[in-house]
């Protein structure tokens, strides 16, 4: 394979990864708040097909490729059940979030490990560290990307789950009732939309690789 291939090849395992330990979270932390529904159906798991989800993890991608966004997705939707939570919009909000800070817990993991490498690079071989290298950097790339995509407000995306509490009930309907329609709206005329969600993310990443 040659190099572009391999990147393309680690961004896949990167976004599967990643779809995995953000649902995962979800599940997680649903059950801290009082919800073992997502428990008991196995979700706090890295089993990929556990999380798979034909639109987002499969088309959704892949739209996102050929638009030159990158890899952005979702997977099968976590089940809460917020009549079990202790605080529903609180538990909520909390279980909603905790998809978006799994990524940027990932994306830092990865600047550490660019951390490392950067620090053994006079002691080891160049061809070694290169490919710890590119899939550290597609894990940044790919985790920075999901975790800004998912804040955006906009159902099913995690953003939508904060959102919705600021709005009163008879327009939470309407605004729950967007969907999938509003997904796919969103890459064809939404695009600078990610780009600001994904500005913020981008700068303080930035920060962190230029103490590397």
Partial sequence: MNRSQ????????????????????????ANQCGDPTARMLGRISLNPIKHVDPIGTVLVPLLGMLSNIGFIGWAKPTPVDPHNFRHQIRDDI???????ASNIMLGMIAVFGLFVVARLGSRGPESVL??????????????????????????PLDGSHVFRHLLPENAKRAYDMIGYVGILLLFFVGGRLIVLFEYP????????????
């Fill in 94 to 100: 909390l279980t909603s979030l905790a998809g978006p």
């Fill in 6 to 29: 391999v990147e393309i090849l680690y961004q896949v395992i990167a976004f599967v990864f990643a779809i995995c330990v953000h649902e995962s979270a979800h599940a997680w932390t």
């Fill in 130 to 155: 290169e490919p710890i290298v590119l899939l550290c950097g597609a894990f940044i790339n790919v985790n920075i990307l999901l975790a800004a995509f998912n804040l955006i407000p906009i159902p």
């Fill in 201 to 212: 993310f981008i700068k303080f990443f930035k920060y962190l690789l230029s103490g590397i």
